[in-house]
């Protein structure tokens, strides 16, 4: 589900077609390392804002990685 939110918000348009399943690697080892509560409340409905923003962070700092 986490993936599925980077990919609906437009998170991943610099990350290359051929490295997306690097990137989703990455991104859910990442989240599940330091983010679990995140990854609960994805799992039961609960986000809030700040979650979400930290989704985004995470994100866009590690598709910059990816850029062409």
Known sequence: M????????G???KVPA?????FESE???FMRE???DILA???QG???DSDLETMKSV????ASKYAK
Do not use: M, P, S
């Open 2 to 9: 986490a993936i599925i939110y980077c990919g609906t918000k």
């Open 11 to 13: 998170l991943l348009q």
């Open 18 to 22: 051929n490295k997306v399943n690097n």
């Open 27 to 29: 991104y859910l080892f």
């Open 34 to 36: 330091n983010h679990k």
């Open 41 to 43: 409340n994805l799992r």
């Open 46 to 48: 609960k986000l809030i």
């Open 59 to 62: 994100a866009l700092d590690l």
